[in-house]
């Protein structure tokens, strides 16, 4: 079975700019979260859907927003980019709320 | 507010030798601690889930403890080698998964 595949591996933008980053979870797999690491430090919560409505959200500010569609894939969207937000942006899944399995990544370089 | 700390944030071992990562967390009522692996600017590969009733868990060559009342977990690597070099984050769930707090993480190298 494949894992969770996220797209792009790597991106890049400029202040200012608009970004989606998609997600999709192990097959059966109901439940997706993201998670923002910047360089040096542990992952942050960023959302969780589970059966498509948003379960949780951490502290970022509305300029992120996400969602879940009916095959349980997910985009997550950030608006008016700033340097602070380069990072590697990771997918998680959940088959029960449990144990979470995450995927490469993608890379997101903002200039 | 949850928090978590890891100890040591880096950690340079001779290969072959017995190792212990060490994770600490302000509030004991978590749901769950889990155990992961990173590779440099890889996504985390789970190694180890351990729910709030147990006290251990193991796979292979690695163990994991959790003591919720002195909200601390320690993770065992036995016989390190060379590719266990990686670093290792913890990471606990207060919220039946909703989501998780992860510590910054312990960089391992296991020199041949």
């Known amino acids: 079975d494949a894992g969770v595949t996220q797209s792009p591996t790597h991106l890049i933008k400029t202040r200012g700019q608009q970004v989606t980053l998609r997600c999709s979870p192990i097959s059966g797999h109901k439940s997706v979260s993201w998670y923002q690491q910047v360089l040096g430090q542990g992952p942050q919560f960023i959302f969780q859907?589970?059966?498509?409505?948003?379960?949780g959200r951490g502290n970022f500010p509305d300029r992120f927003s996400a969602r879940q569609f009916p095959n349980y894939s997910s985009e997550l969207n950030v608006n008016a980019l700033l340097l602070g937000d380069s990072a590697l942006y990771l997918c998680?899944?959940?088959?029960?709320?449990?144990?979470?399995?995450f995927g490469p990544g993608t890379r997101l370089t903002v200039l | 507010k949850q928090e978590v700390t890891q100890i040591p944030a880096a950690l340079s071992v001779p290969e072959g030798e017995n190792l212990v990562l060490n994770c600490s967390f302000t509030?004991?009522?978590?749901?769950?601690l889990q155990w992961f692996r990173q590779d440099p600017g890889k996504g985390l590969t789970s190694l180890l889930l351990i729910q709030s009733s147990q006290r251990e868990q193991t796979s292979g060559r690695l163990n994991a403890s959790l003591d919720k009342s002195s909200g601390r977990s320690t993770l065992y690597i036995a016989a390190s080698q060379p590719g266990d070099s990686a670093t290792y984050l913890c990471?606990?769930?207060?919220?039946?998964?909703?989501?998780?707090?992860f510590g910054e993480g312990t960089q391992l190298t296991v020199n041949p």
């Open positions: 998680a899944s959940s088959l029960n709320l449990n144990e979470q399995f």
């Open positions: 990471a606990v769930d207060e919220t039946s998964g909703s989501r998780l707090t």
């Open positions: 859907y589970y059966e498509k409505e948003e379960r």
């Open positions: 509030d004991s009522a978590i749901y769950n």
